[in-house]
């Protein structure tokens, strides 16, 4: 009997030194794998969503396959909360079995993101976790370009991506700011998670006084002020790494 015991322990040993070998051996090979993978896509469009936008992204995404030209070649990119999932399958299923739009879009969790860029620790909600999901997008090596877009935007005629880059480079989309309104950013107080970034000795700033260290930032010695910061955002996944 103990003869019996002895010779299953080292067959149970034997079994548990090869799985190890193999896990080591799976692990480096997944390492590999993921410093040689190449982009599936040069570009994708992005929306960033969740329930009560969802009708948003509805008429969104039917004025992206109207209007966007090769549509069915450039994959949409919708990345909503694990709780609103079953919503997002079941309206977007339906107009596809009613023939309102022609191929549905592809979802991502949020926490599928969020884990690319090792951040799935740390709680991240509503409005702060957008800004995240923008950055981290590229982490997830689906697209070496991407387009987000707020689901409060739509394509109104046809849009060729091909404007949007030059020399094979994306390019970044700005506009000049008018002189009333540089006027008035002089006395608009900037709110929120930035005001701490760029807070000077403890007094509040102006909305000017950010477009001023942005410029600086940058280099740009001239006298006009452009902004950056609205939708649609273009990102290179190579300069987000």
Known sequence: M???FNVLLIAISLILGLMVIFLLKSNFKREELLESYEYQYDLAVLNKSFKRDLERS???YKSFE????????????MVI???DWELFIDRFQDLKEQKEIKLLPQFITEQEVFERCNESDVPIEGWLSQQVIKLCFGSTRIAKNHIMIDSDNYFV?????????KNGILKTISWKLPNS???????????????PVLRNNGHAISTHDMHIF??????????DFYVFVLSPFLFNSDALA
């Open 2 to 4: 103990i003869k019996r």
């Open 58 to 60: 509805v008429i969104l």
């Open 66 to 77: 109207k209007y966007f030209l090769g549509a069915e070649k450039v994959p949409f990119f």
């Open 81 to 83: 909360p694990v709780k």
């Open 157 to 165: 005629k046809d849009f060729d991506s091909k404007i949007l880059f």
């Open 181 to 195: 309104r540089i006027e008035e950013d002089k006395t608009t107080i900037v709110n929120g998670f930035i005001s």
């Open 214 to 223: 942005i410029k600086d930032f940058f280099g740009n010695k001239k006298q």
